[in-house]
């Protein structure tokens, strides 16, 4: 009795719709459009109702319970802890010392100063960072390389033990280096996937909350980004946050839109910096990566920076203008699930990364993320110029550290006045390196 009960509207509407298409009139069939009509309506009623009947077969039976991988990844037993960590480091009018430079780098760094690059040196100048009397009042999280993460103070002290005794929290540089993709257009793609989920677990059981990775995405020449340069970096990033977050590591994202030499105008670097940020939000959530878990490390909206023909005499866009195209940018792209948002500093001179992120707290006062800071240069240029590798200058240096990432903090609040510590000062155009990790 169920059974006919439950296909009998199947049953009727089949049975008249037979009827509807043998009961045609000689004028319908001698017109082919109308008679298919016809059909097709009766044919759609007894679609509609075996729908309808399917539906009602299936109530009160037990439905399977279908899980996301965003819910599986929520049942993780770091979900809570890299929320927390994330917020933490996120927090309103703190930033993050990005001194994650390879040995290679950071050698090219000192000898401009005149030291040498050795290891002895290398960590004199990341314990001259560290040990900065009241940076935590400033800096939240520091990045920093393989090698620095396992080193010690003078005074036998890790340096992890020191960043956190100032409630910094230490991070991790994971990725190994850029590699040119095939095309020869000059695009990169990131390393390091390969023992990634390892190395995690040995970064954490030393005492790194959080790591990096950094993929570059060009622009301004001809044919640049491609589709492949894009899908390719944002794979990278989602599958390296991925592995981050099962081993208990916060992942700083880091999609860099170049800012090279060229005539590109600030609306251009806009709508590749939303397309990038589009595609690696999607496949952070198809790789299930908990966003609450994670960092942002963003380029800013920048207009061609003119270091060579035509954009020799290009204009550096104001603050104002800045922020409104990077504010409009997030605001796209961006969900408000991510708490921070941290802007690589990308060449700019000291005092510019500074008003430029007073600026975008000013047009975005209520922004549903954090937008602060994880600067590199934008902190240590000055520092460094100022220690040299002298002992007689390393108080001197730290004061200067102190007061760059004050007024950045500042800015990071919305409350920087001036004047600043570094004024003035100019772009610094910064060659792509490839070919590995550089140690």
């Not at 677990?201 to 990775?213: E, S, T």
């Not at 946050?241 to 839109?257: D, H, R, S």
């Not at 007024?407 to 919305?414: F, L, Y």
Request: contains cysteine; proline residues 6%; positive net charge.
């Amino acid at each position: 009795t169920h059974s006919v009960h439950l296909y009998a509207p199947i049953l009727l509407v089949h049975i008249a719709s037979r009827c509807v298409i043998s009961g045609l009139s000689s004028s319908d069939k001698r017109h082919p459009n109308r008679a298919r009509t016809v059909t097709m309506q009766a044919q759609m009623q007894f679609q509609s109702a075996r729908t309808v009947s399917c539906v009602r077969a299936t109530r009160g039976r037990a439905q399977p319970k279908v899980l996301c991988r965003a819910f599986n990844s929520m049942e993780s037993p770091f979900a809570e802890e890299l929320k927390k960590n994330a917020a933490y480091i996120a927090q309103k009018g703190k930033g993050i010392l990005a001194s994650d430079e390879s040995n290679a780098t950071t050698g090219k760094r000192l000898q401009s100063v005149g030291v040498d690059n050795t290891e002895e040196n290398r960590r004199d100048w990341r314990e001259l960072l560290y040990t900065a009397p009241g940076l935590g009042q400033y800096v939240s999280g520091a990045i920093m390389f393989e090698e620095t993460l396992y080193q010690k103070a003078r005074d036998g002290s890790q340096f992890v033990d020191i960043l956190l005794a100032q409630g910094i929290y230490p991070g991790i540089k994971v990725d190994t280096g850029l590699q040119v993709l095939p095309g020869g257009k000059g695009e990169t793609t990131t390393q390091g996937l390969d023992n990634l989920a390892d190395r995690c677990k040995a970064y954490r059981k030393q005492g790194a909350k959080f790591a990096k990775w950094r993929a570059v995405i060009k622009i301004g020449e001809a044919g640049c980004p491609s589709t492949t340069a894009i899908l390719e970096n944002a794979h990278g990033l989602a599958r390296y946050a991925q592995i981050c977050q099962e081993n208990g590591l916060v992942p700083i994202v880091e999609p860099e839109v170049t800012l090279g030499p060229g005539d590109y105008s600030i609306d251009e670097t806009a709508f590749w910096s939303e397309r990038v940020y589009s595609h690696v939000m999607r496949l952070l959530n198809e790789y299930g990566v908990i966003l609450e878990g994670i960092l942002l490390k963003p380029n800013m909206c920048l207009p061609a920076r003119g270091h060579a023909p035509p954009g020799l005499d290009a204009p550096v866009a104001s603050p104002e203008e800045v922020a409104r195209v990077t504010v409009r940018t997030m605001m796209r792209s961006i969900p408000p699930a991510v708490p921070g948002i941290h802007f690589l500093s990308g060449g700019m001179s000291e005092e510019e990364a500074t008003l430029n992120l007073q600026a975008l707290n000013d047009e975005a006062p209520n922004a549903p993320w954090a937008l602060t800071f994880s600067y590199g240069r934008a902190l240590q240029a000055t520092t460094l110029k100022t220690w040299a590798g002298k002992e007689s200058n390393w108080a001197a240096a730290q004061d200067i550290l102190v007061k760059l990432a004050k007024a950045n903090s500042e800015a990071a609040a919305g409350k920087f006045k001036g004047p600043h510590p570094v004024p003035g000062g100019g772009r610094i155009l910064q060659a792509l390196r490839t070919g590995g990790s550089g140690k």
